[in-house]
């Protein structure tokens, strides 16, 4: 793999930049490999990526229907955090921010990873208390949460001058999460691909996959694709919003749901917020991009679809709620707006888990699931070259839902 380094940016802008190697090569499409994942978002491709490098399985294929990192990855707004409640996910999570933090070293590629930190702002005690316990969980596995006054809140956001105390909901109180981060989305998807190509992985795009084929034993056997049939002995689902579609073309049924998430962006403006500030009160975060545009997100859809835009009520609601905290943004004028389908379990946990077809292998239930895709591919990787979980991923596993045994990680973000 050619590296990127200042050096070869001197030495290829001598000759225009004509003679770059492709990020990653367009191959045949064979008929048999070891594994296939479906699916060339995040998961999928740090899957790909961790199969090869830590467990020497690189005869893989990744399907996409579109382009490569053209799913949720390249529509999610960038915030990755470990401020989770649960046991089974706080380990994790942090276990993913910590792979983060040297993924542009070990991938060689710039991602762009900014850990600015996230300010959660309060404005009702039943959030503050739950916000409260949440803090007290994070801290038995070092991810920390830091309670911040009113004053202090102000002095690090001046930006934020609503909910004060003659408002609709006064500011009570606000929590620092000091080691949340925001990177550039589509260079992740683009950093794995380019390292798993490297490693010998095969990333074919516009392959939509139709269905699953089972062999005559019930085991997993391949795929039938658009371009015809593939086979393996193992496969991957890592298809975001669109799990339950393919798996129901074995009978597999999940319990998951599919939701629109959306998300907009304002012209570019001079550096006004540097921290992610979230209020899970009013459903809406806020953060500003490198190109000085405000990334703004609010809260899920309540009605099931799959839908990729915004729709009109949601949008009204999230600027009304910004505009409740920062009355000063009234004036930006607004350039983009987008959604993605996200399939939620009905804890709200991922499931990354085997399934009662042997050699398939289900990552599913991100609905925040750009913070994991470091962890999530890695204890991915692992769960389909070892035919067990992970440790980190022990709790991700579709048997707690056949001992009611959830992890409720509602609450825990301002969609759900
Ligand atoms: C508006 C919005 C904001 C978000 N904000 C955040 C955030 O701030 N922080 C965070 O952590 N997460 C966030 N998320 C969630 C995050 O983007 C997703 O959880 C994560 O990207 C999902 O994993 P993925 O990257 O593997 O999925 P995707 O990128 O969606 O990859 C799935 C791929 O599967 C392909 N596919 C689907 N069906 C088939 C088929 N039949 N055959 C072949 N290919 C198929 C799709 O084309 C797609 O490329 C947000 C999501 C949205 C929509």
Redesign the pocket.
């Known amino acids: 793999m050619q590296r990127y380094s200042f050096f070869n940016l001197l030495r290829h802008a001598a000759t225009g930049h004509r003679s770059w190697q492709p990020a990653w090569r367009d191959r045949p499409l064979r008929q048999i490999y070891d594994v296939i994942i479906?699916?060339?978002?995040?998961?999928?491709l740090a899957a790909a990526y961790y199969l090869a490098r830590h467990h020497g399985i690189s005869n893989v294929a990744v399907?996409?229907?579109?382009w490569?990192?053209?799913?949720?990855?390249?529509?999610?707004?960038?915030?990755?955090r470990s401020n989770y409640m649960r046991d089974e996910s706080i380990p994790f999570f942090v276990k993913s921010v910590s792979l983060y933090e040297r993924l542009t070293r070990e991938l060689n590629f710039n991602l762009m990873f900014s850990q600015r930190g996230m300010i959660d702002v309060i404005m009702t005690p039943g959030v503050l208390r739950q916000i409260r316990r949440r803090m007290l969980a994070m801290h038995l596995y070092g991810s920390v949460y830091e309670p911040m006054s009113v004053a202090e809140l102000r002095r690090r956001v001046p930006a934020l001058t609503g909910g004060g105390p003659g408002s609709r909901l006064p500011i009570m109180a606000a929590m620092l999460h000091p080691t949340a981060a925001v990177c550039r989305?589509d260079a992740v998807?683009w950093g794995y691909a380019r390292a798993a190509d490297d490693l010998g992985v095969e990333i074919h795009q516009n392959?939509?996959?139709?269905a699953l084929l089972r062999g005559p034993g019930g085991a997993i056997a391949g795929v039938e694709t658009s371009r015809g049939t593939v086979s393996a002995r193992k496969v991957i689902v890592?298809?975001?919003?669109?799990t339950s579609?393919?798996t129901e073309t074995v009978g597999l049924r999940l319990p998951l749901q599919t939701y629109n998430?959306?998300?907009f962006v304002s012209e570019p403006v001079k550096p006004v917020v540097d921290v992610v500030v979230n209020c899970p009160d009013l459903g809406v975060y806020v953060s500003q991009s490198d190109k000085g545009e405000l990334v703004i997100?609010g809260a899920l859809d309540v009605g099931q679809s799959f839908r990729q835009d915004i729709k009109q009520g949601v949008f009204e609601n999230t600027v009304a709620a910004l505009l409740e905290l920062f009355p000063s943004f009234r004036r930006l004028k607004l350039l983009r707006q987008?959604?993605?389908a996200?399939d939620f379990a009905h804890d709200a946990t991922p499931i990354v888990s085997k399934v009662d077809i042997p050699g398939l292998y289900v990552?599913a239930g991100?609905?925040?699931?750009?913070?994991?895709?470091p962890a999530g591919g890695m204890t991915l990787a692992w769960l389909a070259a070892n035919d067990a979980p992970h440790p980190l991923i022990e709790g991700f596993g579709l048997g707690r839902f056949r001992h009611l045994d959830y992890v409720i990680e509602t609450g825990t973000t301002s969609s759900r």
Do not use: C, Q
């Not at 399907?63 to 579109?66: C, I, T």
């Not at 392959?207 to 139709?210: P, R």
């Not at 890592?238 to 669109?242: L, N, T």
């Open positions: 479906i699916g060339a978002g995040g998961h999928g399907l996409d229907m579109g490569l990192g053209g799913g949720n990855i390249a529509r999610n707004t960038v915030t990755i989305h998807a392959t939509e996959v139709k890592a298809v975001s919003g669109h579609t393919l998430l959306t998300a997100g987008w959604g993605g996200l990552s991100w609905w925040g699931g750009f913070k994991a895709v």
